[in-house]
């Protein structure tokens, strides 16, 4: 073989590896921009997703104090009802000892009442005995002075 020959088919060859290195850096440099493309993509997918978690987690927390107000609400309405409730049994009892106390007293009024009325019933008859004692005192004395004055 002629060292031309030779020469020109390393020469070939030569060409051959360095188109071949180009396409490959070429595929190379390819890859690389579409890794760079994908990891962008992929970091505005994180952002959006870690921006979404957080605006959850944000309305997770405000879904809680709402709750958590929420349960305060429930636990001052329970004490008030059992306050209420307390006050009513209060009530009742008060009203229950005003009954009673009226009821004694309209008993009391009723006594009283019926003594009154004894000792007007009473007074009523010695009146009604004093007119008449008084009409009898008065005839007798008429006639009397009659009989002194005819006599």
């Known amino acids: 073989m002629k060292p031309e020959t030779a020469n020109s088919k390393l020469q070939a060859e030569a060409n051959s590896l360095k188109a071949r290195i180009s ?7 390819d890859l690389i921009a579409a890794s760079q493309k ?4 992929s970091s505005k997918k994180v952002k959006a997703l870690n921006n979404l978690i957080s605006r959850l987690r ?11 107000a929420k349960i305060s609400e429930i636990e001052t309405l329970k004490a008030s009802e059992a306050a209420l409730k307390q006050s009513d049994e209060q009530n009742k009892v008060k009203i229950e000892s005003l009954n009673k106390n009226m009821a004694d007293l309209t008993e009391k009024m009723n006594n009283e009442i019926a003594k009154k009325k004894k000792t007007i019933m009473l007074l009523a008859i010695l009146l009604a005995v004093a007119v008449i004692l008084a009409i009898i005192g008065f005839i007798i004395g008429f006639a009397r002075k009659r009989k002194v004055a005819s006599a």
């Open 58 to 68: 944000s309305e997770a927390k405000e879904k809680e104090a709402e709750i958590q």
């Open 38 to 41: 994908a990891e962008a993509d």
């Open 23 to 29: 396409d490959l850096e070429k595929e190379k440099a």
